[in-house]
């Protein structure tokens, strides 16, 4: 029996445990980009065979997947509906993660390693082509500069900020 204001053994462990569970939860919403420093890009699989891709879709009908270092995403088709859209950012990877090498996986016979290129960096984009019956299926990734694309909002969101105090 426990004595009144002293809370039992039990207790201690659910707090904890839930301390670290919300911890992995706001670790994973909040995860930084995969690599080992340098210029960072939002890696995007902006089409697979011409059509715009979706973070969500059926379970059992990815379009792809795209691995970087120890990371992991799935890939779906984007509706019909949704395909004037751009496609979503899947993961951040800096410059050398992205040229150690991309896993793209259509299926467990379909799949290569490419290797991205500085042209390709700079380019903002690269294809990469997956060997299939009957036709090869064609994969276009796309790359842009985190700081650049900060550059660019902050360039097109603020314009109006900057006002003459006097005036007040």
């Excluded at 904890?16 to 995007?44: K, Q």
């Excluded at 500085?118 to 064609?138: K, Q, W």
Aim: proline share 6%; with cysteine; glycine share 8%.
């Amino acid at each position: 029996m426990y004595r009144r204001g002293r809370a039992a053994p039990g207790w201690w462990g659910a707090v904890i445990f839930g301390v670290v569970l919300a911890g992995g939860f706001v670790g994973c919403a909040t995860a930084p980009a995969i690599g080992r420093g340098g210029p960072v890009y939002e890696v995007r699989v902006e089409t697979v065979d011409g059509m715009h891709t979706s973070l969500r879709g059926p379970a059992g009908r990815p379009a792809c997947i795209v691995q970087v270092a120890d990371r992991v995403a799935t890939v779906w088709l984007a509706s019909s509906t949704h395909a004037d859209r751009q496609s979503p950012v899947v993961f951040e990877a800096d410059a050398e993660a992205l040229k150690d090498g991309i896993l793209v996986e259509r299926n467990w016979n379909t799949a290569t390693v490419h290797n991205v290129t500085d042209d390709e960096l700079a380019a903002g984009a690269a294809v990469v082509t997956l060997p299939a019956n009957p036709r090869p299926i064609s994969v276009e990734l796309r790359f842009d500069l985190v700081s650049r694309l900060a550059a660019h909002t902050a360039s097109t969101t603020l314009p109006n900020t900057a006002r003459d105090s006097s005036s007040r």
